[in-house]
């Protein structure tokens, strides 16, 4: 299974465990497969391909915000092997 990276903002309370919760009525959280200082990343099902996915958020409350920075860095790169692909940022 190939999963792709997704960049989205975490917009539910990170103290929650959000497997199976639905984000912007399009991907469908399914369990945690990463975590680090600046977010979670999770596996997921993109409901309008029906592709797996993952989807990486921070927390709305972030002290030093990044996935935004992050987005404009993979935009510059993606044409470069070994660079995720992002398919959305945002909701």
Known sequence: ???GTLTSQFLIDMQRT???F???NRFLLDKKIGMGGFGEVYM???STTGKNCA???ESRVAGM???NY???ILQHLKN???VPQVYKFGL
Request: net charge positive; aromatic share 4%; charged share 30%.
């Open 22 to 24: 639905n984000i912007g």
């Open 65 to 67: 915000p990044v996935l």
């Open 18 to 20: 959000p497997t199976h």
């Open 1 to 3: 299974m190939k999963i």
């Open 70 to 72: 992050e987005f404009k």
């Open 55 to 57: 989807v990486k958020m």
């Open 80 to 82: 470069l092997e070994g």
């Open 44 to 46: 997921a099902k993109d």
